[in-house]
């Protein structure tokens, strides 16, 4: 069913939904042609990252909601995004996690529906058992002010408006709060069943076609965790290349052991990456604080933080890449669709929608309603945001970081590590 055998590991997080990463286990060890050790902790991991990067085509499931899996998490494509549950993947990372504070008291009822929905599809994997969850009664606040005087006691009153003090407007239903203490349960049973079935295959079968060659070894201060991972992952997805990540401390203490020929890609400001470049050396690409170069075997990507007066350029920059790199994606789903296809077994328009989300950039989320009336008016929002003491512009470095590496992986990456 899913071709040769194939090897993950499965990285759980120390909460109490680490058990689920046991059910998710012993039901792919019923799957043909899949081989796995048991669940590891995301100590054992970090532990043993170094030989995991050294295995070709390694998988790995980031499972729960450990501080490893929330990083891993802002480095892959959602494939699946429901009631708090989620998996996607990018390269050979995946990361399934559930939060049940995804489901308000308000959308609980309706996860029930959509939970017993699905009890006969997942039937073949496990037994599950419909569940209940009352609907949220809700009382209006500024209602019981104009009836207090005759329906309810100055003390209820008082408390009402000390509450209101919150985030909310409106009193929470006891009985459909207590009733959500076992609710995360029910939504990592229902993931896993899902990804089994949904996600498992697309999964294991991403990348597996493809001709592993040299290593790269991405080295990085640990703020940058998170962009280390997405230019691990974007290699992966898009090149023939596997990725070794060290932090600078890891790098500094098996320097000695590395050759000459390594090809090393120094990620942010490091000590390492500020003691390889000169000044008098060009980066290959820079533009609105973002910038890549090489010399030799050394490659440094780099993000500075924005100039309040070049935000306008890098919006107009960053909408016209997202469009170019749908436009690529169709592109590549085109020269790629028959092998797309079968990999997936979802067909050629599933295949342009998976491709096009491998090369997407994130949408803009503060600036999405702005964006649909130009320019000037987005940049009007950034300006107040700026003035009203919004970090803005530290915001706006994920989104450096995000267009950066899709540059560099696309345009520069195998340029580097193929010169000479």
């Known amino acids: 069913m899913f071709g040769n055998s194939k090897t993950v590991m499965i990285v759980k997080g120390k909460g109490r939904e680490a058990k689920y990463a046991q059910l998710l286990f012993q039901l792919m060890a019923k799957l043909p042609n899949f081989e796995s050790s048991q669940p590891i902790t995301e100590a054992e991991y970090a532990a043993s990252s170094l030989t995991v990067d050294n295995i070709p085509n390694g998988k790995v499931i980031f499972f729960g909601n450990g501080k490893e899996a929330i990083l891993q998490g802002k480095a892959v494509n959602w494939q699946y995004n429901c009631f708090g549950m989620k998996y996607g993947w990018l390269g050979n990372r995946c990361v399934i996690t559930a939060d049940p504070n995804g489901i308000s008291l308000k959308e609980q009822s309706a996860f029930a529906e959509y939970y017993n929905a699905q009890i006969a ?186 100039k309040q007066a070049e935000i306008k350029d890098f919006i107009e920059a960053y909408q016209k890449k997202s469009k170019e790199f749908e436009d690529k994606a169709k592109q590549y789903s085109e020269n790629n669709g028959n092998s797309i296809g079968k990999n997936f077994a979802k067909g050629y328009h599933f295949a342009i929608g998976y491709a096009t989300a491998m090369f997407a950039l994130p949408v803009m989320g503060v600036f999405s309603t702005a964006a649909e009336v130009g320019i000037y008016e987005i940049c009007y929002c950034v300006e107040e945001l700026i003035k009203n003491k919004v970090n803005t512009i530290a915001e706006l470095k994920e989104y450096q970081y995000q267009l950066l590496l899709r540059e560099f992986v696309f345009d520069g990456f195998i340029k580097f590590v193929e010169e000479a």
Request: contains cysteine.
């Open 121 to 306: 599809k997942f039937r073949r994997l496990r037994e599950l058992q419909s569940v209940h969850y009352s609907e949220t009664e809700t009382l209006d606040i500024s209602e019981m002010e104009d009836e207090a005087a005759k329906t309810v006691s100055t003390v209820v009153l008082e408390l009402a408006k000390g509450l209101r003090k919150g985030a909310s407007d409106t009193f929470e239903n006891i009985r459909a709060t207590l009733e959500r203490e076992d609710l995360w349960e029910h939504q990592y049973e229902l993931l896993v069943c899902k990804f089994i079935l949904d996600g498992y295959a697309c999964f294991m079968n991403n990348n597996t076609e493809k001709e592993i060659g040299k290593k790269a070894i991405i080295v990085y201060d640990t703020k940058e965790t998170e962009y280390a991972h997405l230019l691990n992952n974007l290699i992966q997805q898009h090149t023939r290349y596997d990725v070794a990540e060290y932090t600078e401390k890891m790098f500094v203490d098996n320097a000695k052991k590395l050759s000459s020929k390594n090809k090393i890609i120094f990620l942010g400001k490091t000590k390492s990456s500020r003691e390889r470049w000169l000044d008098s050396n060009r980066y290959v690409y820079y533009e609105n604080g973002m910038r890549y170069g090489w010399i030799g075997n050394h490659a440094f990507v780099y993000v500075r933080p924005l």
